[in-house]
Protein backbone atom coordinates (compact mmCIF):
# COMPACT_ATOMS: atom_id res chain seq x y z
CA UNK A 1 0.00 0.00 0.00
CA UNK A 2 1.94 3.75 -1.32
CA UNK A 3 0.45 7.01 0.46
CA UNK A 4 -1.77 9.38 -1.32
CA UNK A 5 -0.22 12.10 -3.62
CA UNK A 6 -0.40 15.34 -1.82
CA UNK A 7 -2.69 16.61 -4.03
CA UNK A 8 -4.99 13.96 -3.24
CA UNK A 9 -5.08 14.06 0.25
CA UNK A 10 -5.58 17.74 -0.17
CA UNK A 11 -8.10 17.50 -2.17
CA UNK A 12 -10.02 14.25 0.21
CA UNK A 13 -9.51 17.24 3.29
CA UNK A 14 -11.73 19.72 1.37
CA UNK A 15 -14.27 17.36 1.04
CA UNK A 16 -14.37 16.46 4.85
CA UNK A 17 -14.23 20.08 5.65
CA UNK A 18 -17.33 20.73 3.20
CA UNK A 19 -19.09 17.80 5.08
CA UNK A 20 -18.55 18.75 8.16
CA UNK A 21 -19.81 22.76 7.46
CA UNK A 22 -22.65 20.91 6.53
CA UNK A 23 -23.24 19.47 10.50
CA UNK A 24 -22.41 22.23 12.41
CA UNK A 25 -25.50 23.97 13.72
CA UNK A 26 -25.23 27.48 15.04
CA UNK A 27 -26.77 26.15 18.31
CA UNK A 28 -23.80 24.31 19.28
CA UNK A 29 -23.06 21.95 22.28
CA UNK A 30 -26.70 23.62 23.31
CA UNK A 31 -28.36 21.09 20.75
CA UNK A 32 -27.22 18.12 22.93
CA UNK A 33 -29.86 16.97 25.93
CA UNK A 34 -28.19 16.52 29.55
CA UNK A 35 -30.63 13.46 30.27
CA UNK A 36 -29.62 13.64 33.99
CA UNK A 37 -31.55 17.30 34.49
CA UNK A 38 -34.08 16.17 32.28
CA UNK A 39 -37.00 15.27 34.37
CA UNK A 40 -38.61 13.25 31.36
CA UNK A 41 -35.55 11.73 30.79
CA UNK A 42 -33.52 11.43 33.95
CA UNK A 43 -34.54 7.91 34.64
CA UNK A 44 -32.23 6.94 31.93
CA UNK A 45 -29.07 8.63 33.85
CA UNK A 46 -30.15 6.46 36.64
CA UNK A 47 -27.36 3.49 37.46
CA UNK A 48 -28.77 0.34 37.70
CA UNK A 49 -26.21 -0.66 40.53
CA UNK A 50 -26.19 2.17 43.08
CA UNK A 51 -28.34 1.65 45.92
CA UNK A 52 -31.24 3.50 46.85
CA UNK A 53 -29.45 6.62 48.99
CA UNK A 54 -27.68 7.21 45.22
CA UNK A 55 -24.56 5.64 46.62
CA UNK A 56 -22.48 2.74 45.45
CA UNK A 57 -21.24 -0.46 46.57
CA UNK A 58 -18.94 0.20 49.28
CA UNK A 59 -14.90 -0.54 47.24
CA UNK A 60 -11.59 0.62 47.96
CA UNK A 61 -10.22 4.11 46.34
CA UNK A 62 -8.05 3.13 43.92
CA UNK A 63 -5.60 5.82 44.19
CA UNK A 64 -5.63 7.43 47.65
CA UNK A 65 -5.02 11.33 47.70
CA UNK A 66 -2.03 12.23 46.39
CA UNK A 67 -1.55 8.95 44.99
CA UNK A 68 -0.52 8.16 41.51
CA UNK A 69 -0.97 5.67 38.83
CA UNK A 70 0.76 5.28 35.62
CA UNK A 71 -1.70 5.29 32.78
CA UNK A 72 -5.55 6.29 33.28
CA UNK A 73 -7.68 5.10 30.94
CA UNK A 74 -10.99 6.92 30.31
CA UNK A 75 -13.85 4.68 29.34
CA UNK A 76 -14.41 0.97 31.08
CA UNK A 77 -15.58 -0.64 27.37
CA UNK A 78 -14.21 -3.58 25.14
CA UNK A 79 -12.00 -0.69 23.44
CA UNK A 80 -10.35 0.71 26.95
CA UNK A 81 -9.61 -3.12 28.20
CA UNK A 82 -8.17 -4.01 24.73
CA UNK A 83 -6.08 -0.64 25.10
CA UNK A 84 -4.63 -1.87 28.78
CA UNK A 85 -3.87 -5.58 27.53
CA UNK A 86 -2.09 -4.16 24.31
CA UNK A 87 -0.21 -1.71 26.53
CA UNK A 88 0.77 -5.01 29.18
CA UNK A 89 1.56 -7.00 26.10
CA UNK A 90 3.68 -4.65 23.86
CA UNK A 91 4.98 -1.92 26.67
CA UNK A 92 5.31 -4.45 30.03
CA UNK A 93 3.15 -2.45 31.92
CA UNK A 94 1.32 -4.41 34.91
CA UNK A 95 -2.08 -4.45 35.54
CA UNK A 96 -2.39 -2.46 38.90
CA UNK A 97 -0.82 0.29 36.82
CA UNK A 98 -4.16 1.38 35.33
CA UNK A 99 -7.07 3.03 36.38
CA UNK A 100 -10.47 3.66 34.18
CA UNK A 101 -12.75 5.54 34.94
CA UNK A 102 -16.19 5.46 33.55
CA UNK A 103 -19.31 7.66 34.39
CA UNK A 104 -20.83 4.32 34.79
CA UNK A 105 -20.24 1.99 37.83
CA UNK A 106 -18.62 -1.00 36.23
CA UNK A 107 -17.24 -2.92 33.03
CA UNK A 108 -18.90 -2.50 29.73
CA UNK A 109 -18.54 0.87 28.59
CA UNK A 110 -21.99 1.16 26.33
CA UNK A 111 -22.96 -2.24 27.08
CA UNK A 112 -23.05 -1.57 31.12
CA UNK A 113 -26.27 -0.40 30.96
CA UNK A 114 -27.87 -3.04 28.79
CA UNK A 115 -28.28 -6.02 31.40
CA UNK A 116 -30.55 -8.89 31.50
CA UNK A 117 -33.00 -9.35 34.50
CA UNK A 118 -31.78 -10.95 37.72
CA UNK A 119 -34.01 -13.85 37.04
CA UNK A 120 -32.75 -14.57 33.33
CA UNK A 121 -29.32 -14.74 34.97
CA UNK A 122 -29.68 -16.99 37.46
CA UNK A 123 -31.45 -19.31 35.15
CA UNK A 124 -28.66 -18.97 32.56
CA UNK A 125 -25.71 -19.55 34.47
CA UNK A 126 -27.28 -20.47 37.73
Same mark, same amino acid.
Given at each position: ?75 ? #? @? =???? *??? /? ?18 ? #? @? =???? *??? /? ?11
Amino acid at each position: MGSLPMEDFTEVQKKYESERAKRLRPDGMAQYLDIGNDEKYRHFAADPLATTDNKYVSQPLPVLDRGHSKVLVVGS #G @F =GAML *YAV /RLIEIAGFEATDFIFVDSAW #G @F =GGTW *YWN /RYPVWTRMTLFG
